[in-house]
């Protein structure tokens, strides 16, 4: 727990939607030595002391789970007497994916050992902030919320100028309520990533568009030159003489996900559009698909403009900036990244060329879709997902040895849980569609966690929440089976392929995949009850299974197929429904036919990239497997490498999937590095 002695909240006198705000706070400074700053804000922060930053990333909380930060400030960021304290406060203001609205405030308190020296109260200062457009605009897409404009016309140097101007006091919320310390260690800031100028030259503007990713993805572009120049040598100067402006594309090498930050010179006053993407398919960054905005504005003032953007996270490998003057000299456009310090093991022995690239893929996916939590993707959401996380648990256990960050984010997930029982579709975060499938997974993870952690104390915490998710799914049985999920609250997603995103639902009161869910979710919790010698909850969890699974035998399995229909009317065997019968075991009477059904790949539709691990899981019920799981991998991997990924794809399809918007860097395609770690001991023989 957190305790601040003397702060209270504070805000701004009115509330909107994606608002920024600017606050100030003066502390006298005798000795000079380190302090600790103690602070939160609902939804984020970025803040300094004399002009230099000291900390920014709120960790994603609730209102009923308000998680502070405790920053170290050095010595060497203090003067002797008057010291300010800025901070600038952001609050989204309304639910997304990767949000979830509550009360905007920010509480901070600066202590010199046990002593509060400044706090926000009543001698905090604040005012609307300047630069950054605040109020509705477009969005980066519905799961992340806003995108941004700055207007660096506007700036003064509030962070350490005592007379900047505009500022009146805050205003006091209540206080009360419990803070929790951030259960992770915070993001790292890196220094500018490597950048290449690989293109440049003049553009038009084709038809009026309103904002910078349309704009972008529009305008009429004619290259000057194609060209490999390092950024951050030297200037690139970029010219045209009747074009509306010049334009430059950024090739960062690889995948990252960082803070936008750039340096560059311009003549006179003028917009700057900013887009960014994964690939070049269009021959240009892919700014605007399907009503989603991957760019932001920024108006640049005459003479140097030197930027960082520290409150939205942005991920791709190519940044294309339209400048809206006839010259520009570029000095360096790129990120700087922000990873999660999370340290990884060995490479597994064994593994072949291939292999080892493979694995390597696997991490730095893995890593990309590691920060305040776990993410789907770095790029288009950012949002952490029940069936997601858990792939990424699993290979994170084995490839970083690290814990604290799991628990953390199956706590976050279970915070949000919803009235109906099941959880939010995504934490924190309140959206208007949950996946009844992904909330039994969160039990999974529960008990994977507890067994990987030996973390009893925390599997006691949660057990009465996974306890209420299967209660939820027993008062839906009919006839010992779970009836599907109705409503337009609900989405009977299982995987995307053919049938399994959902499209039964219409024709099916039942199906199997939702009660093989169910089987393998009160498998684990048997399990997690018996290490936690709950007897009563283990009971329960047999007596249910049992029932269960006979009722799934007798409705679903078609001897003449040999496998699991997706439900009674229709005689689809897809390898998921196979795959998750064998690991459950309710296919146990079945399991060599299933197994070796899967082995000849007698079940369609197959799993997709999300699910294989399912498919790997149940062939390696018989250890001789583990060369054919060794070969897919390979071949289905493998083959995203050789068509250039230096990350792993939310579907084998890549970028050309979801009508153009699929992501080329997803966390739950990173099953091999899960999978290499369990084959371990095979293949060191």
């Known amino acids: 727990m957190v305790s601040f002695q003397k702060a209270v909240p504070v805000w701004g006198e009115k509330v909107q939607v994606n608002q920024y705000l600017d606050f100030r706070q003066f502390f006298d400074c005798q000795d000079c030595r380190e302090l600790k700053l103690i602070i939160r804000c609902h939804s984020n922060y970025a803040v300094w002391v004399n002009g230099h930053l000291a900390g920014f990333g709120q960790y994603p909380d609730y209102e009923e789970y308000r998680v502070a930060d405790c920053l170290e400030i050095s010595s060497a960021l203090l003067w002797k007497g008057k010291n300010i304290l800025a901070v600038l406060a952001y609050c989204q203001y309304e639910d997304s994916s990767t949000y979830r609205k509550g009360t905007p405030s920010l509480i901070f308190e600066l202590r010199d050992q046990n002593d509060v020296i400044a706090y926000s109260g009543h001698q905090t200062l604040y005012r609307e902030d300047r630069c950054y457009h605040s109020g509705p605009r477009e969005k980066i897409t519905p799961q992340l919320g806003f995108t941004f404009s700055y207007d660096s016309r506007l700036a003064d140097s509030w962070q350490k100028d005592t007379n900047a101007a505009g500022f009146c006091p805050a205003s006091l919320l209540p206080a009360g309520g419990v803070y929790h310390k951030r259960p992770i260690q915070k993001l790292r800031l890196l220094d500018a990533c490597p950048a290449v100028l690989i293109g440049a030259g003049e553009f038009f503007c084709t038809d009026e568009k309103t904002t910078a990713a349309e704009r972008i993805y529009s305008a009429y572009i004619r290259p000057h030159s194609i060209v490999s120049s390092a950024l951050g040598q030297e200037k690139m100067v970029l010219t045209t003489e009747k074009a509306d402006g010049v334009y430059a594309l950024v090739d960062l090498g690889e995948e990252r996900a960082g803070c936008l930050t750039f340096c560059f010179h311009v003549e006179k006053d003028c917009l700057v559009d900013i887009g960014y993407g994964e690939h070049l398919d269009d021959l240009r960054v892919r700014s605007f698909v399907g009503g989603r905005h991957f760019g932001c504005s920024y108006y640049a003032k005459a003479g140097e403009n030197r930027f960082t953007h520290y409150l939205t996270r942005l991920a791709g490998r190519y940044l294309q900036l339209h400048f809206y003057t006839r010259k520009a000299a570029v000095d360096y456009i790129g990120l700087r990244e922000t990873p999660y310090p999370a340290a990884h093991a060995k490479m597994p022995a064994g593994l072949d060329s291939m292999e080892q690239k493979i694995y390597e893929t696997g ?6 879709c590691m920060h305040e939590h776990y993410e789907d993707c770095p790029w288009r959401e950012q949002a952490l997902y029940a069936m997601d996380s ?13 814990y604290s960050f ?16 099941l959880l939010e579709l995504c934490a924190p975060a309140r959206v208007g569609v949950t996946i009844p499938a992904f909330s039994l997974m969160w039990i999974v993870s529960l008990w994977e966690y507890v067994q990987n952690s030996e973390d009893m104390a925390f ?6 929440t996974a306890r209420r998710l299967l209660d939820t ?4 049985m009919e006839e010992d089976l779970v009836s599907i999920f109705e409503g337009q609250s609900y989405w009977n997603f299982y995987e995307w392929s053919p049938g399994l995103d959902g499209t039964f639902e ?6 199997c995949l939702l009660n093989l869910f169910f089987a393998y979710a009160l498998q684990a919790y048997d399990h997690l009850a018996n290490t936690l010698q709950e007897e009563e909850e283990q009971n329960f969890a047999k007596k249910t299974y049992k029932l269960l699974a006979d009722r799934i035998n007798s409705v679903f399995w078609d001897q003449e197929q040999g496998g699991y229909r997706i439900s009674p009317h229709i005689e689809q065997t897809p390898e998921l429904a196979q795959a998750l019968a064998v690991i459950s075991g309710v296919g146990s009477v079945h399991k060599k036919t299933l197994v070796n059904g899967l082995l000849q790949k007698n079940y369609f539709p197959y799993t997709t990239l999300s699910s294989k691990i399912f498919t790997f899981d149940a ?12 070969d897919e991998i390979r071949a289905v991997w493998g083959r995203m490498l050789l068509q250039g990924a230096a990350t792993f794809w939310e579907t084998e399809k890549g970028a050309a999937d979801f009508e153009n ?3 080329l860097c997803h966390g739950w395609s990173a099953v091999p590095a899960y999978i290499y770690h369990r084959l371990k001991h095979e293949m060191a023989e």
């Open 406 to 421: 799991a628990k953390a984010s199956i706590r976050l997930l279970g915070l949000g849980i919803r009235p109906d029982g």
């Open 459 to 464: 599997g006691k915490e949660w057990l009465p």
């Open 661 to 663: 918007a699929g992501s």
């Open 363 to 368: 991490l730095r996916t893995l890593r990309l």
């Open 506 to 511: 219409k024709q099916e009161k039942t199906d």
């Open 619 to 630: 062939l390696l019920q018989q250890p001789e497997n583990a060369e054919a799981v060794r």
């Open 390 to 402: 858990r792939n990424q648990m699993l290979a994170g256990y084995a490839a970083f040895e690290e």
């Open 473 to 476: 799914f027993c008062n839906r």
